[in-house]
């Protein structure tokens, strides 16, 4: 999701009238499209203005979306508010989860792209417990085990490569402590709303490390992300069935301390 204004570098400007000009009266007024570099994220971005009348400028990337406008970010975060607000309450309505992320879902652009994405992420709803290994080990599905918390990292950019860290804690029935196991490698996005994961390492509750190469460890991982804002993520993992599910996780700003909370280090 993108915030605040746009810094832009020092870019040729390309007025589709050249003739146009500010000092144009209203009638003549035309539109121009002014082509610049953003400086945060690299990206070029058409601008369209209308001289002569005031006209709010759409901000066009080079695929062609359009970026949203202020107020269409502040209903989305608004959105985004109500869903985190059902997936925390005691009584959980599943139906409303679910109608509320696939709302959200369509009025999302390019999601797996969001600088918003690089954050800790704590896992707070799942539609289905088939899909809890989605981006974690599946070593919760060992008898007598349950996944008790589950948190996801995203850090780095195009330029210095993108990691991912999934912190999963799990609990064993009886007198026995929690046990984390931490799994990292790295992720691109693909097309606008999936995620292309490859995960090299897990260190498991022993401290023992798997390294890729390991059957454990061989293969990519994909993931649809359905919605990221400044305090949400929705993904959409499928089950064994193919039926789409629904993952909600929530900003976590204090993870070392969850972590702690959690007994685990």
């Given amino acids: 999701m993108v915030r605040g204004a746009l810094c832009f570098c020092a870019a040729a400007f390309l007025c589709v009238d050249s003739a146009c000009s500010f000092g144009i009266a209203p009638a003549a007024a035309k539109e121009i499209s002014i082509k610049s570099r953003s400086c945060r994220t690299g990206r070029t971005v058409t601008s369209t203005v209308l001289c002569g009348k005031k006209k709010r400028a759409l901000e066009v990337d080079e695929d062609g979306t ?3 406008s202020k107020a269409e970010l502040k209903k ?6 109500q869903l985190l607000n059902l997936c925390t309450t005691n009584a959980r309505d599943t139906a409303a989860i679910q109608a509320q992320a696939r709302d959200l879902g369509s009025k999302a652009v390019k999601p797996a792209q969001s600088a918003e994405l690089s954050k800790d992420w704590r896992l707070v709803y799942v539609s289905s417990g088939d899909v809890l290994g989605a981006l974690g080990s599946g070593l919760h599905k060992l008898p007598l085990t349950r996944m008790e918390d589950q ?3 995203f850090a780095g950019s195009r330029g210095l ?3 991912i860290t999934t912190t999963e804690v799990l609990r064993v029935i009886g007198p026995f402590p929690n046990v984390k196991n931490v799994l990292s490698g790295t992720y691109k996005s693909m097309g606008t709303s999936e995620l292309l994961i490859n995960y090299t390492s897990m260190i498991d509750g022993t ?6 190469g390991n059957a454990a460890m061989d293969g990519n991982v994909s993931i649809e992300v359905v919605f990221v804002g400044s305090d949400i993520m929705v993904t959409a993992p499928r089950d064994a069935s193919g039926a789409r599910q629904v993952m909600v996780y929530q900003r976590e700003e204090d993870l070392e301390g969850a972590l702690k909370r959690l007994r685990v280090t």
């Fill in 76 to 81: 989305l975060d608004e959105l985004a508010a």
């Fill in 151 to 153: 948190f996801v990292s």
């Fill in 66 to 68: 359009v970026q949203q």
């Fill in 207 to 212: 401290g023992k490390e798997i390294t890729s």
């Fill in 161 to 163: 490569g993108r990691e």
